[in-house]
């Protein structure tokens, strides 16, 4: 046998590397894994608050429109109606503007506090003064029609 033969036989095959373990893959592919479950929770997230604020917003227009129907076929005595009107706002005006600044408005201050945050030309306060005295009357003669207009107008601005 020749010398290049001889350093031939001693010279081995060709061997391929290993193959390429998928596990644990790079630190780019942990951070995107990362990364999209945090959108997802922040997706899901937007989507519960989104259904969240659509019930609340259909619970109050429920409300409104039972109390205004209660007062069309006078199944409630209107100063139930008053005070269940009164408290609907309130609630939803607790729900928008700090507590500090609601928590203590009775009487006529309410009527004004609505007034302001009514952006309209229409005036609160004179129209819808039956809200604050129906309820410590014995009978009510006023019309609720415009005090319901105008709740309605302040229930579509906050909602």
């Known amino acids: 046998m020749s010398q290049v033969a001889e350093t031939l036989y001693v010279l081995r095959d060709i061997h391929l590397p290993q193959s390429v373990n998928g596990w644990p893959p790079a630190p780019g592919w942990l951070g995107l894994a990362v990364l999209l479950f945090i959108g997802l929770m922040l997706g899901l997230w ?32 209107p100063q139930q109606i008053m005070i269940r009107l009164s408290i609907l706002l309130r609630r939803l005006a607790l729900r928008c503007y700090p507590r500090r600044q609601i928590a203590g408005l009775i009487g006529s201050a309410w009527l004004q ?47």
């Open 46 to 77: 937007g989507v519960y608050r989104h259904y969240q604020h659509r019930r609340r917003k259909q619970r109050i227009w429920q409300q409104f429109f039972e109390l205004e129907q209660a007062y069309q076929q006078q199944t409630l005595p």
């Open 113 to 159: 506090f609505l007034d302001q945050t009514l952006n309209d030309d229409q005036v609160f306060s004179q129209q819808a003064q039956v809200l604050i005295s129906a309820p410590y009357q014995a009978q009510v003669t006023d019309s609720l029609q415009p005090v319901f207009d105008l709740c309605r107008r302040w229930i579509q601005q906050h909602v």
